[in-house]
């Protein structure tokens, strides 16, 4: 199954395995984290001009939208974001961090969306939410990768 149809292959068939699985990932991000000497985040990935700072906060920029995008579809939120500032900002907010304060954000905020997605899951299948989810679950899984691969060199 390619990191494409996880989704559609889950949602809203599936919801629980999904949701295992995202906060599967997350535990193993962290995990990966906590091995990782600080010098490392200045590596570079595979998208171009990218570190794995960018990387990082990218992750917390998507924890970000796909909380403000189930807020919206559950009727907490009737204003349309936008989506690029609302990505842009947390970026911004966690991307001068040290890792470990990094690493306990991603950990707080992966907590705080999977909390937040098993209490909405009737909100899961939404389309607004699952083009986020996508995102989210292909690019964990590739920063996991990326992640083990360092870390074994």
């Known amino acids: ?29 962290i995990q990966l984290l906590e091995k990782l000497p600080e010098t490392r985040l200045s590596s570079r990935t595979k998208r171009d001009g990218w570190t794995l700072r960018h990387q990082l906060s990218w992750i917390f920029a998507l924890d970000s939208e796909l909380n403000a995008r189930l807020s919206i579809a559950s009727g907490k939120m009737s204003i349309q974001q936008n989506w690029r500032r609302i990505r842009g900002e947390a970026m911004h907010k966690i991307q ?30 939404e389309s607004m939410v699952v083009d986020v989810l996508k995102i989210h679950m292909r690019d964990s899984q590739e920063l996991k990768s990326h992640l083990e691969n360092i870390l074994s060199n």
């Not at 390619?2 to 193993?28: G, H, V």
């Not at 001068?96 to 899961?124: A, C, H, V």
Request: proline share 3%; glycine share 2%.
């Open 1 to 29: 199954m390619t990191n494409d149809n996880i989704i559609s292959a889950t949602i809203p068939n599936d919801i629980q395995n999904y949701l295992n699985n995202f906060i599967d990932t997350r535990i193993n991000l």
């Open 96 to 125: 001068p961090l040290r890792l470990s304060e990094i690493t306990t954000n991603l950990e707080s905020s992966g907590k705080s969306i999977f909390d937040l997605m098993n209490d909405n899951e009737q909100y899961l299948s």
